[in-house]
T-cell receptor
Framework: AQKVTQAQTEISVVEKEDVTLDCVYETRDTTYYLFWYKQPPSGELVFLIRRNSFDEQNEISGRYSWNFQKSTSSFNFTITASQVVDSAVYFCALSEALTGGGNKLTFGTGTQLKVEL | NAGVMQNPRHLVRRRGQEARLRCSPMKGHSHVYWYRQLPEEGLKFMVYLQKENIIDESGMPKERFSAEFPKEGPSILRIQQVVRGDSAAYFC?????????????FGQGTRLTVV
């Protein structure tokens, strides 16, 4: 079965610090997609990134960067120069094919990030 | 994503009542997924529907829960005889394609509280 592990339950940092959120996954699929979502206190899910299993290039988007390493089955997320507005729960997710077609996402349990002044 | 509309945003039900959660997918999307987020947990897949068809309901509890996506109108997640353990946030996502290769467009969720 597919599995996503986010071992860090909660991380607290001071504003402007860099922070890395870890994500380790397990899958038997050769083709799969990995996602990161942000869930702010208001509760909605904000899509951050989607990465397919054939593309191991690291990606940077503003203060956000992602490090995908297939060899260690990890897809870590780094926020540079963190800000208070980054405070949220962050979820890593893995796509999984459904028997009857379509795909579902298997989510990790999330990492609560608190950025303080 | 604001394009997927869920209502109500908050729902309070007494034990034993029925809860109906609605999800209107983005325009042009004919595939809907429902997920449940229990307190302090990640989201868990419940069911995948296309118009008038349930494709996969492997994540649905065997009793009291049902889902539909009629030809016209929103997708409905129905919970009969609710219990306190049903208190959770319920999210739906929609897709134009059979596979969820694109970013999953999630609604803002319905927070169900059973008292």
């Amino acid at each position: 079965a597919q599995k996503v592990t986010q071992a860090q339950t909660e991380i607290s940092v001071v504003e402007k610090e860099d922070v890395t959120l870890d994500c380790v996954y397990e899958t038997r699929d050769t083709t799969y997609y990995l996602f990161w979502y942000k869930q702010p206190p208001s509760g909605e899910l904000v899509f951050l990134i989607r990465r397919n299993s054939f593309d191991e290039q690291n990606e940077i988007s503003g203060r956000y960067s992602w490090n995908f390493q297939k060899s260690t089955s990890s897809f870590n997320f780094t926020i540079t120069a963190s800000q208070v507005v980054d405070s949220a729960v962050y979820f890593c997710a893995l796509s999984e094919a459904l028997t009857g077609g379509g795909n579902k996402l298997t989510f990790g349990t999330g990492t609560q990030l608190k950025v303080e002044l | 994503n604001a394009g997927v509309m869920q209502n109500p945003r908050h729902l309070v039900r007494r034990r034993g009542q029925e809860a109906r959660l609605r999800c209107s997918p983005m325009k042009g999307h004919s595939h809907v997924y429902w997920y449940r987020q229990l307190p302090e947990e990640g989201l868990k897949f419940m069911v995948y529907l296309q118009k008038e068809n349930i494709i996969d309901e492997s994540g649905m509890p065997k009793e009291r829960f049902s889902a539909e996506f009629p030809k016209e109108g929103p997708s409905i997640l129905r919970i009969q005889q609710v219990v306190r353990g049903d208190s959770a946030a319920y999210f739906c996502a929609s897709s134009p394609l059979r596979v969820l290769w694109t970013e999953a467009f999630f609604g803002q969720g319905t927070r169900l509280t059973v008292v």
